[in-house]
């Protein structure tokens, strides 16, 4: 069974600019998570998706970040602009459904903000 | 509302040594309880989860977790640590909805 696929690896931009994060879930995954997480910190949760609607997205700073799952399968999360402090790991999770289903995590995007 | 606190940023153990790491939590109902590892540039792995039954759940690699709802706590233990055990621990607990991770424990074994 594929994983929950994420891209890119690797990501360096400038402040003020743009930057998107892909997320594909594993097939047949109702829930999709995305999460931030800093050096030396836990992932914190940005936004959750059941199918293709927004369950909880109270962290999400809305001013910059935006995030949307088409047809209830892949995600799209982006900054824009970007600030230093976006600096991160960007975490993708899936399962199928919430709470007592196990998430199933991406390697994750690491995002340098220079 | 929901918390998870790891109160042991890093923690050092002897290869061969036993392992407790400590995950207090706070929520309001009956929670489900999940303990994940994260190795250098990966993403996180699944070690166990609690969600109802017996208090004492075993997960991969000669993981175990306890839950004592007393104490709001879901200790993760391991008998004999093994060099390929060090990484960050995270402990995690949601309820109907929304999945929280502690700040993580690292953990580093020496020979």
Same mark, same amino acid.
């Given at each position: 069974?594929?994983?929950?696929?994420?891209?890119?690896?690797?990501?360096?931009?400038?402040?003020?600019?743009?930057?998107?994060?892909?997320?594909?879930?594993?097939?047949?995954?109702?829930?999709?998570?995305?999460?931030?997480?800093?050096?030396?910190?836990?992932?914190?949760?940005?936004?959750?998706?059941?199918?293709?609607?927004?369950?909880?997205? =109270?962290? /999400?700073?809305?001013? *910059?970040?935006? &995030?949307?799952?088409?047809? +209830?399968?892949?995600? %799209?999360?982006?900054?824009?602009?970007?600030?230093?402090?976006?600096?991160?790991?960007?975490?993708?999770? =899936?399962? /199928?459904?919430?709470? *007592?289903?196990? &998430?199933?995590?991406?390697? +994750?995007?690491?995002? %340098?903000?220079? | 509302?929901?918390?998870?606190?790891?109160?042991?940023?890093?923690?050092?153990?002897?290869?061969?040594?036993?392992?407790?790491?400590?995950?207090?939590?706070?929520?309001?109902?009956?929670?489900?309880?999940?303990?994940?590892?994260?190795?250098?540039?990966?993403?996180?792995?699944?070690?166990?989860?609690?969600?109802?039954?017996?208090?004492?759940?075993?997960?991969?690699?000669?993981?175990?977790?306890?839950?004592?709802?007393?104490?709001?706590?879901?200790?993760?233990?391991?008998?004999?640590?093994?060099?390929?055990?060090?990484?960050?621990?995270?402990?995690?607990?949601?309820?109907?909805?929304?999945?929280?991770?502690?700040?993580?424990?690292?953990?580093?074994?020496?020979?």
């Amino acid at each position: 069974e594929a994983g929950v696929a994420q891209s890119p690896r690797y990501k360096i931009i400038e402040k003020r600019q743009s930057v998107a994060f892909w997320c594909n879930p594993i097939s047949g995954h109702a829930t999709l998570y995305w999460y931030q997480q800093i050096l030396g910190q836990g992932p914190k949760l940005l936004i959750q998706f059941q199918n293709n609607g927004v369950v909880d997205d =109270s962290q /999400l700073p809305k001013d *910059r970040f935006s &995030a949307e799952r088409l047809k +209830g399968v892949d995600s %799209t999360l982006k900054i824009q602009p970007a600030k230093l402090e976006d600096s991160a790991v960007y975490l993708c999770a =899936s399962s /199928l459904g919430p709470g *007592r289903a196990e &998430a199933f995590f991406g390697q +994750g995007t690491r995002l %340098t903000v220079v | 509302a929901q918390s998870v606190t790891q109160p042991d940023i890093h923690i050092t153990v002897s290869e061969g040594a036993s392992l407790e790491l400590r995950c207090n939590y706070s929520y309001g109902a009956t929670p489900y309880l999940f303990w994940y590892v994260q190795s250098p540039g990966q993403g996180l792995q699944l070690l166990l989860k609690y969600f109802s039954g017996d208090t004492l759940v075993q997960g991969i690699k000669g993981f175990e977790a306890e839950f004592k709802r007393s104490q709001s706590s879901f200790n993760l233990r391991k008998p004999s640590v093994h060099w390929s055990d060090a990484a960050e621990y995270f402990c995690a607990v949601t309820g109907a909805n929304n999945l929280f991770f502690g700040t993580g424990t690292r953990l580093t074994v020496i020979p």
